[in-house]
């Protein structure tokens, strides 16, 4: 297996974009554009339950080949949610610490959950301010995701307030799986 669990020149057709509730998530319909234009031709949106308050489910569904899942009984991931990449962008201090200690308590984080079992690739994207970052639960998240072969894309962005890599570099992560 490569990194990110890929075995060597593996490409899926299904991409997931998983999005947690930080404000960096209204930069996820350009994320979910770009996962179009890479050329999968299935991308799925899995807001957690606290990112429709960031951003609306309908801003997502509103783009032409997009389906939005917020339900286990989906006909998109019935009866298991199909292989494919996972890009987690963003993803906050409370579901990167959920995914790394395994919890898996709401539907985004079940499949991504799934995809490390599965060794499909899973890149994440934090999205965190400062002191959150250098918080010991999220440096000790970053090593083990790190070490089960999750791609992290660190931020750049500069700010005080939540931070998450450019888009273009997010993609740039996800580019090698794209079917």
């Known amino acids: 297996m490569g990194a990110g669990g ?11 974009l998983i999005l947690s ?8 319909p350009d994320l979910l ?12 949106a899995l807001p957690t339950p606290n990112a429709s308050r960031v951003v609306a489910p309908r801003d997502l569904a509103d783009i032409p080949g997009v389906r939005v899942v917020e339900s286990y009984f989906d006909a998109a991931i019935r009866p298991r949610p199909p292989r494919g990449v996972v890009l987690f962008a963003p993803c906050s201090f409370n579901s990167l610490n959920k995914l790394a200690h395994g919890i898996a308590d709401n539907l985004a ?19 965190l301010n400062q002191p959150l970052l250098d918080h010991p639960a999220a440096r000790a998240s970053l090593a083990t995701l790190t070490d089960w072969g999750v791609v992290i894309v660190p931020q750049s962005d500069a700010g005080d307030g939540p931070r998450l890599a450019p888009t273009a ?3 740039d992560a996800v580019r090698p799986f794209a079917g």
Not at 21 to 28: E, L, Q, V
Not at 33 to 44: E, M, P, Q
Not at 109 to 117: D, H, N, P, R, Y
């Open 33 to 44: 554009r770009g996962l179009l234009g890479l050329g999968f031709s299935t991308v799925i």
């Open 21 to 28: 509730g930080t404000t960096t998530a209204s930069r996820c």
């Open 109 to 127: 984080l079940s499949v991504a959950a799934e995809a490390i079992g599965r060794g499909t690739p899973v890149i994440v994207g934090p999205s």
């Open 6 to 16: 890929k075995d060597e020149g593996e490409c899926f057709d299904v991409a997931y």
């Open 169 to 171: 570099q997010l993609l």
